[in-house]
């Protein structure tokens, strides 16, 4: 089944310590988001990928970037977690434009992060 | 059938009633809107759209309302059931964007 993966579904890494989500898919989806999401609230979208074009919103803090090596695969890094960045962080995927568009978001089940 | 009027970000239900969750969106230029369903320690998982030109859409045990004059999106859950329970989000979009605007979540829980 096509779909959008992400490992490792729990994460835990100390206070300052870099860590790494990653996520993949195979729904041929070209355009792939990361979203932080804290408890009791809704996903907060850090940035995308439009293709290869990288799009940052306004206020996700420096300490997170991303990679997109190819169609399948993004990466979040987190440089330098702070006690704050504890939370679910949610790959999604959508096609919003060529043939079969569609604004509708295909969600991975996320990767808990915790931070000692 | 049990509902709010206006948004609650929780919802208690008698297993076996209807649900209706209220959204009230933020921008009267989106004109696509979907509901999401979050299970515990899941990701959101799309369970119905709308686009702006419908004010109904019907999906299996669920109904989605839109009232583009007060900026409301309602979701209809009928013979609510244990798997039910979950977060629920609207969201927004325009057509020609590609990133949605999430609402604020409403927690349903089913009562058995």
């Known amino acids: 089944d096509a779909m959008v993966i992400q490992n490792p579904r729990y994460q835990v890494t100390q206070f300052g310590k870099p860590v790494t989500l990653s996520c993949s898919q195979t729904?041929?989806?070209?355009?792939m988001y990361w979203y932080q999401q804290k408890s009791s609230q809704a996903p907060k979208l850090l940035f995308h990928y439009y293709d290869k074009d990288f799009n940052n919103e306004a206020d996700t803090p420096d300490n997170f970037q991303s990679r997109r090596p190819n169609t399948s695969f993004c990466f979040l890094d987190i440089r330098s977690p702070g006690l704050g960045d504890a939370a679910m962080y949610l790959c999604?995927?959508?096609?919003?434009?060529?043939?079969?568009?569609?604004?509708?978001?295909?969600f991975g089940p996320g990767t808990r992060l915790t931070v000692t | 059938g049990e509902s709010v009027g206006l948004h609650l970000p929780t919802l208690s239900v008698q297993e076996g009633d209807n649900s209706i969750i209220n959204c009230a969106y933020s921008n009267s230029a989106s004109d696509y809107f979907i509901w999401y369903k979050q299970e515990s320690g899941k990701g959101p998982q799309f369970i119905i759209d709308i686009r702006s030109n419908m004010d109904k859409r019907q999906g299996q045990r669920v109904t989605v309302l839109l009232n583009k004059t007060v900026k409301h999106l309602s979701l209809q859950i009928a013979a609510t059931q244990p798997g039910d329970s979950a977060v629920y989000f609207c969201a927004e979009t325009l057509s020609n964007d590609y990133k949605l605007s999430f609402g604020a979540g409403t927690t349903v829980t089913v009562r058995a």
């Open positions: 729904l041929n989806h070209n355009v």
């Open positions: 999604a995927t959508s096609r919003p434009s060529g043939t079969g568009v569609s604004y509708e978001q295909y």
